[in-house]
């Protein structure tokens, strides 16, 4: 089993570098663009997976900075509130208005 284990982690580490280098979008990659760091993972299976994650992968900061917005609930949303608050203002002058109609001007 020892002697397989630093082959299975160099077969994990290509693995994880190729499919890593297809999924992430081509202008987020450094240095050459996403088929040559491809060509380089297959051809040179070690050292083009180290490469590669050494200096074609995108930085963490920047993968922070382009994250997508925190999606929020309803009842967190400040804007959705906020149009609760009218429709509910908007639906009791409504019925106000309508109470008023009808019992503000005797008829007879």
Do not use: H, N
Not at 31 to 60: D, E, H, M, N, S
Not at 64 to 82: K, M, S
Request: proline share 8%; hydrophobic share 45%.
């Amino acid at each position: 089993m020892l002697r397989i284990l630093p082959d299975l982690v160099v077969l994990v580490l290509i693995v994880w570098s190729l499919v890593d280098c297809i999924t992430t979008p081509e202008e987020e990659l450094r240095g050459l663009p996403k088929v040559l760091w491809v060509l380089l993972i297959l051809l040179l299976p070690l050292a083009g997976a180290l490469v590669y994650l050494l200096a074609g992968r995108p930085q963490r900061r920047r993968l922070l900075r382009t994250a997508a917005p925190r999606i929020v609930g309803p009842d967190d949303d400040p804007e959705f509130l906020e149009e609760l608050r009218l429709r509910s203002r908007r639906r009791d002058q409504e019925r106000g208005d309508r109470e008023g109609d009808e019992g503000g001007s005797p008829q007879g």
